[in-house]
């Protein structure tokens, strides 16, 4: 009799267990991360911060990286729903993507990140605000005049290397930088547009070097892949960034964190990974707790110098 008793207690422990884990597993919500990441682009970066940051505040995480795969970001996006997520995380590989991934993923929060998109649709954005990063660029000009004006003739001359000119974003970064420079003591020498690659930049950049020559003493970098191919042309040419040619770039944190220390970049407008991955989780938190979160969250750039790079080591 006792020992019945006892297997009916562990079969009822074991039962009990069971459906305690069952109920459990019905309340983590799933969220999935397609982010592109390739190059210079800081998706990848903060795929892992998020991964490990909603995986401690209790979600199951499923992550891809579509990389600057359209068809393969909505094949990517197509198997996350297979696998019944309850919220998705995206980092849309072209603007017009995003309406199209909206319609397959009715009734399911999405949450954008990277480019802000003008039309959200019902979807979430969290991410940094592109026209304080062109602003705050522009702005180092009259901050940084004198480092500048290499030729001392009291003009800075530069180049706008930027993404393809018909992209909403990069009519946006040149506007914001025109409009900071129209009072200043600054002149444009060429507005390149290229593709959003590390090549791309580096091609362009080796172009107008040669082109321009000595007169070129600035060259503004409106995307972090077209900093890193910045970079490696200046480098290429024999030239010391910093010194023969100033480099104001955009990025991660971490990416550009050593081009600033060592004077390859003299500012660069950096994302915060870590505030974007937080407002991000936050505002997961807020959507599975079912209160209303905000449409639009921005995130400021982080304006890194030799002069303030010890905060961020």
Excluded: W
């Excluded at 990063?133 to 005049?145: K, Y």
């Amino acid at each position: 009799m006792r020992k019945r008793i006892i297997i009916g207690i562990v079969l009822a422990a074991l039962a009990l267990a069971a459906a305690g884990y069952f109920i459990f597993g019905l309340f983590i919500p799933k969220v999935g991360l397609c982010l592109s990441g390739v190059g210079g682009n800081s998706g990848q970066e903060l795929g892992n911060a998020l991964r490990d940051k909603l995986t401690l505040s209790g979600f199951s995480v499923l992550k891809r990286s579509s990389g600057n795969d359209r068809a393969g970001q909505l094949r990517q996006v197509k198997e996350l729903l297979e696998k019944d997520i309850d919220m998705l995380v995206l980092q849309p590989v072209t603007e017009d993507i995003l309406t199209e991934i909206l319609s397959l993923t009715a009734g399911i929060p999405v949450v954008v990140v990277g480019t802000e998109p003008e039309n959200l649709g019902d979807a979430y954005f969290v991410g940094c605000d592109k026209d304080q990063q062109a602003r705050a660029q522009a702005q180092l000009v009259g901050q940084m005049f004198t480092k500048t004006d290499i030729n001392g003739d009291r003009t800075v001359k530069y180049l706008l290397l930027t993404g393809p000119e018909e992209e909403p974003d990069t009519v946006r970064y040149v506007q914001n930088v025109e409009q900071v420079l129209a009072s200043s003591a600054a002149a444009a020498l060429q507005k390149v547009a290229v593709a959003r690659t590390v090549e791309a930049g580096k091609t362009a950049c080796k172009q107008a070097l040669s082109k321009y020559g000595r007169d070129m003493e600035l060259i503004f970098c409106g995307d972090s892949a077209l900093t890193m191919g910045a970079v490696e042309a200046v480098k290429s040419s024999g030239r010391t960034p910093g010194r023969d040619v100033i480099l104001f770039g955009v990025g991660s944190l971490d990416s550009c964190k050593e081009l600033v220390r060592t004077g390859a970049l003299t500012a660069a407008a950096v994302e915060d990974i870590a505030a974007i991955r937080d407002k991000i989780v936050q505002t997961l938190k807020a959507i599975k707790r079912g209160e209303e979160a905000p449409r639009r969250t921005y995130v400021e750039h982080i304006i890194l110098t030799i002069d303030n790079i010890e905060q961020y080591s």
